[in-house]
């Protein structure tokens, strides 16, 4: 259950998450809330709609987490004097995380210079793959940077869509990355989906197609593994009440479902029947 708290001048909306195999609470912040202005759009009391459009946003991040809505307004009107009237946004919101990674990135790569380092160089040739991709993904953003304002791509001044786009990969990089599988590149396809899965917490997407690459590539082992990690990942998101005629019509529960399906495939393939019929 989320809830809201005081943070100094801040407030922030809460979960608490209890430690396996500890029984110790911890607060897990899932949005911060800098000024009076945003605190009154979440409300509703300045435009009308915005406390929808927060509310679809905010659940979008975290599906999985029950948000009591008049638990959390009650907690923002009870410590509304708290905050300060305006903040700046753009510099927090946008600038601050995506600055933060590109100056490690950046410094990381100028301090690997193959000319100096033999070492260095085996560094760029052991990432290559990913390294191109990037380098792609650049050039593409930097052609698309200058886009005109429309009905799909605004934001407000607090940057909720960007800052609550959703906790996985974005479906057009998950779609790009799928294609070098659909063309069986599998070995770039293999470093990219891997690549995903540490960039995005709990993919099972990306471990399921790890999971038919290795399946693909007869390591049936290996792909048991991914598959049990696409169970695994799946599993979290499974809503725990959904009647079972819906178990492949709700988008929730295809990852746990497929990886149950692949792993059983791959089971029967290892000749070991009795586990996958118990699957």
């Known amino acids: 259950m989320a809830y809201v708290r005081k943070r100094g001048k801040q407030l922030v909306i809460v979960q608490g998450v209890r430690e396996p195999n500890k029984g110790k609470v911890q607060q897990r912040i899932l949005f911060t809330i800098f000024s009076k202005a945003e605190a009154l759009q979440i409300l509703g009391r300045s435009n009308e ?8 946003l905010l659940q979008h991040q975290y599906p999985g987490i029950k948000l009591n809505w008049d638990k959390i307004y009650a907690g923002i009107s009870e410590h509304l004097h708290v905050l300060p009237d305006l903040y700046q946004y753009k510099t927090t919101r946008l600038r601050s995380q995506f600055r933060k990674d590109l100056c490690s990135f950046a410094r ?8 100096d380092f033999v070492a260095a160089g085996n560094l760029i040739q052991e990432h290559r793959v990913e390294l191109e991709y990037l380098a792609d993904l650049i ?8 886009q005109a304002p429309n009905q ?24 790009h990355v799928a294609d070098f599988y659909d063309r069986g590149e599998y070995d770039r396809a293999k470093v990219l989906f891997r690549l995903l899965t540490e960039c995005f917490d709990d993919y099972a997407g990306g471990y399921n197609y790890l999971g038919l690459i290795s399946l693909h590539e ?24 959904i009647p079972r005629n819906r178990y492949w019509k709700d988008m929730s529960t295809r990852p746990y479902m497929r ?4 792993l059983t495939l791959t089971l029967n393939r290892a000749g070991r029947y009795a586990e996958a019929l118990m699957i």
């Open 259 to 262: 990886g149950l399906m692949n």
């Open 218 to 241: 007869e390591k049936l082992e290996e792909a048991m593994g991914h598959f049990q990690r696409v169970i695994e990942t799946g599993r979290k998101s499974f809503p725990s009440r």
């Open 152 to 175: 799909w791509n605004p934001d407000n001044p607090f940057y909720w869509r960007f800052t609550l786009q959703g906790a996985g990969v974005p479906p057009f990089i998950e779609e």
């Open 108 to 115: 990381q790569l100028m301090l690997a210079d193959p000319q």
């Open 139 to 146: 050039q593409w953003r930097l052609k698309l940077r200058e």
């Open 49 to 56: 709609g915005h406390d929808v459009q927060f509310q679809h």
